[in-house]
């Protein structure tokens, strides 16, 4: 006999589970000796909790009524109930304040390979911590766990929320067009990216450096090369980067067209390649205005690391899968689309 569960979900046997649990307990040693405390939250949170967050690319997958009728949604990440746990219990606690976390989230996507419904998460918030300093201690965190857990060949993909739309400000493109076009820079689709833009009534000029501007990736010395357009976030990039201590700053690649499918990041954000997988690891980035909505106004970045993407990268890299598709890409991990 059959009997079917939810779509998008997965019975998780007893060897993979310890082979999670290996992963896990890595991640949370380093987290803990970063100072990170290990947080928990409702699986349920009301509804109009989550409507406070841009969460339009990261709905919830289910929703219930409690008995007063209510909606309550089960957590599509864990940002958000973390922002409201600060408004709420850490209300007059001196930041920065430092959260780890490994839970389960769900959203509702078409379920497709890497697209699962619940999803297992690991990861932290660092609030008030404004950027550069905050940004870079992020970064360093995320690639010590890595280390730790015996990842090799990842790489971290860098780039600045603000930058597209400011650029698209700065040369004029119409309101009206800008959420369509985000949509498809999240996407990494720049066929469907260069049709907006053309249906957008943008001059030429224009059209060609929003086309130009997202697809340049690489080292430091793209940050030289920079146009005028993109000075505000570039600095910030930069500012960054002179922050990493060495290991951390050789597995950054800079890319001037990242940007994440949550709304609420505001500046520097950053994805997690690795040849061995075909799809981000995790990432993560700013997000300024976030804890403003709930009532306390903080600086923050953090960090969520898919564990089963994690999980399915290290297999990968052990097979030697990575060093393969590394040979294949020119030695640049997560150059196939995010």
Same mark, same amino acid.
């Given at each position: 006999?059959?009997?079917?569960?939810? +779509?998008?979900?997965?019975?998780?046997?007893?060897?993979?589970?310890?082979?999670?649990?290996?992963?896990?307990?890595?991640?949370?040693?380093?987290?803990?000796?970063?100072?990170?405390?290990?947080?928990?939250?409702?699986?349920?949170?009301?509804?109009?909790?989550?409507?406070?967050?841009?969460?339009?690319?990261?709905?919830?997958?289910?929703?219930?009524?409690?008995?007063?009728?209510?909606?309550?949604?089960?957590? +599509? =990440?864990?940002?958000?109930?973390?922002?409201?746990?600060?408004?709420?219990?850490?209300?007059?606690?001196?930041?920065?304040?430092?959260?780890?976390?490994?839970?389960?989230?769900?959203?509702?996507?078409?379920?497709?390979?890497?697209?699962?419904?619940?999803?297992?998460?690991?990861?932290?918030?660092?609030?008030?911590?404004?950027?550069?300093?905050?940004?870079?201690?992020?970064?360093? #965190?995320?690639?010590?766990?890595?280390?730790?857990?015996?990842?090799?060949?990842?790489?971290?993909? @860098?780039?600045?929320?603000?930058?597209?739309?400011?650029?698209? $400000?700065?040369?004029?493109?119409?309101?009206?067009?800008? =959420?369509?076009?985000?949509?498809?820079?999240?996407?990494?689709?720049?066929?469907?990216?260069?049709?907006? &833009?053309?249906? +957008?009534?943008?001059?030429?000029?224009?059209?060609?450096?929003?086309?130009?501007?997202?697809?340049?990736?690489?080292?430091?010395?793209?940050?030289?090369?920079?146009?005028?357009?993109?000075?505000?976030?570039?600095?910030?990039?930069?500012?960054?980067?002179? &922050?990493?201590?060495?290991?951390?700053?050789?597995?950054?690649?800079?890319?001037?067209?990242?940007?994440?499918?949550?709304?609420?990041?505001?500046?520097?954000?950053?994805?997690?390649? =690795?040849?061995?997988?075909?799809?981000?690891?995790?990432?993560?980035?700013?997000? =300024?205005?976030?804890?403003?909505?709930?009532?306390?106004?903080?600086?923050?970045?953090?960090? $969520?690391?898919?564990?089963?993407?994690?999980?399915?990268? @290290?297999?990968?890299?052990?097979?030697?899968?990575?060093?393969?598709?590394?040979?294949?890409?020119?030695? #640049?991990?997560?150059?196939?689309?995010?």
């Amino acid at each position: 006999m059959i009997h079917p569960i939810p +779509s998008g979900t997965r019975d998780v046997l007893p060897d993979e589970t310890r082979e999670a649990r290996a992963i896990t307990d890595a991640l949370r040693g380093v987290f803990e000796r970063h100072g990170y405390g290990e947080v928990y939250t409702p699986a349920l949170e009301y509804e109009s909790v989550l409507a406070r967050a841009d969460m339009a690319e990261a709905q919830p997958a289910y929703r219930v009524f409690d008995e007063t009728g209510a909606v309550l949604v089960l957590r +599509s =990440d864990m940002t958000v109930p973390i922002a409201r746990v600060v408004a709420t219990r850490y209300a007059t606690a001196e930041p920065p304040l430092r959260f780890c976390y490994f839970a389960h989230c769900y959203r509702g996507v078409a379920p497709a390979r890497g697209q699962p419904r619940e999803l297992l998460q690991a990861g932290i918030e660092l609030i008030g911590a404004p950027a550069p300093q905050g940004t870079a201690e992020a970064l360093t #965190v995320l690639c010590r766990a890595l280390d730790a857990t015996g990842l090799k060949d990842y790489r971290i993909g @860098l780039g600045d929320a603000s930058l597209y739309p400011a650029l698209m $400000a700065t040369l004029d493109v119409p309101e009206a067009a800008r =959420d369509e076009l985000m949509r498809a820079l999240a996407m990494r689709d720049f066929v469907e990216l260069e049709r907006r &833009l053309r249906e +957008s009534g943008a001059r030429a000029e224009a059209i060609e450096l929003l086309l130009d501007v997202p697809q340049r990736r690489g080292g430091p010395e793209l940050l030289a090369e920079a146009p005028a357009e993109a000075a505000e976030a570039v600095t910030g990039l930069r500012q960054v980067h002179e &922050l990493l201590e060495p290991a951390v700053a050789a597995r950054v690649i800079f890319d001037l067209g990242l940007v994440r499918n949550i709304g609420y990041y505001t500046g520097a954000v950053f994805d997690v390649y =690795d040849p061995a997988l075909g799809a981000p690891i995790g990432g993560g980035g700013r997000y =300024d205005e976030l804890l403003g909505r709930f009532g306390r106004r903080l600086p923050a970045v953090g960090f $969520a690391l898919g564990v089963d993407r994690l999980h399915l990268a @290290l297999a990968g890299e052990e097979r030697g899968t990575g060093a393969l598709l590394a040979s294949a890409l020119g030695g #640049v991990p997560g150059s196939e689309p995010a």
